[in-house]
């Protein structure tokens, strides 16, 4: 049998994996996906919060999806990584632009050099003032919620073999195929944390993440109209942005916080998003691509699209991964798990 790996996504509201096949190779196989939910409190703003919790639900999740492989890829990213644009000297190779780091950018981090696990991504050369230099991204994370991760996985029994940035795992699952060549956005809502990341012929220029999600909407109907939780999740996900006139006070009264935070969270993607378009007058953006489970509220995506004058496509990953029969079943679901599916693609096993 073909060796596998998984790419094993820890939300706040849910661990999803996946389980590819060839996932180094241009058209990798899905064999396996499936989705445990977590409780709330479990994981908070991204950061495993209950080791055991986490590891239970992880250990669910190998028992009812049938996961082969042990082996598995992580992700970070939540709000306490940095993403940002950095210049280096070209002096030698990326490993020794990288092992460089420390020593330049401690100016740019809320924590001691030492807290932070570093990384260079590389975008582009250019002649700088002083010699030959490399643009790029500095990504830095905060040791101690990685090593909670890893911790987490471990303790279910399962080897991290990798850990990497959640929007670049984005890029590799839906910059492909007619994406692979266009200037676009990768827009994933979450429950805590909205990443956005723009990418143009399939190599990231730019990543956020801003800290809120589709919890944020759940909080704000619970107080404002004294719901518990489980209410105000099935008022928000049957309301939405109140496309159909209410039949209630309640509704009515439900619509208008739905459309207040929601406001919030669209401005602060135009508002990042602007940023980068000054930056690159050049380099237009194309489209968006809407994903995560935020997403999903009715009425967000035309929202979104209103706002920001551009097109809003859901991805389809099933038009450039194949699907085994052993994932047929899940196949449905799979728009959620990008994620996961991303943090995969690419790896050796
Ligand atoms: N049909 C729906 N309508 C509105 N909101 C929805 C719908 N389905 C899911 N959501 C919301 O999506 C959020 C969960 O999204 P997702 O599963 O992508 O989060 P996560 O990956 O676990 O969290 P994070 O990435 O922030 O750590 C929750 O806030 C949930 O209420
Ligand atoms: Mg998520």
Known sequence: MPKTIVGLDIGRAAVRAVELENADKPRPTIVRAHEV?????????????????????????????????????LGVGNQRVIARDLTMP???????????????VQEMLPVPVGEALLDFYPISESAGEHGPVVNGMLIAAIKESVLANVK??????????????????????????????ATVVLVEIGAATTHLVVVADGVPQFVRMIPSGGDDITRALMQRLELSS????????????????????????????????????VNGIRNTLQYYVTLRPGQPLQAILLSGGGSQLPGLAQSLGDTMRLQVVAPNVLSTFDVAKSAQKAAGALQSHTVALGLAVGQAA
């Open 90 to 104: 070209k002096l030698g190779t990326l490993q020794q632009i990288r092992e460089a780091l420390p020593f330049q």
């Open 37 to 73: 939910p977590l409780p709330d409190g479990a994981v908070a703003a991204g950061d495993v919060r209950e080791l055991q919790t986490v590891a239970s639900a992880v250990r669910k999740l190998w028992g009812e999806g049938g996961f082969k492989s042990k082996d598995v890829v």
């Open 152 to 181: 987490a996985v471990q303790t279910a029994g399962l080897t991290a073999l990798n850990v990497d940035l959640v929007p670049f795992a984005l890029v590799r699952a839906l910059a492909r195929g007619p994406i692979a060549s």
């Open 230 to 265: 489980a209410q105000a999740e099935s008022l928000k996900a049957s309301r939405g942005l109140g496309l159909t006139p209410p039949s209630s006070e309640l509704e009515h009264v439900g619509a208008e916080v739905i459309r207040g935070v929601v406001h919030e969270l």
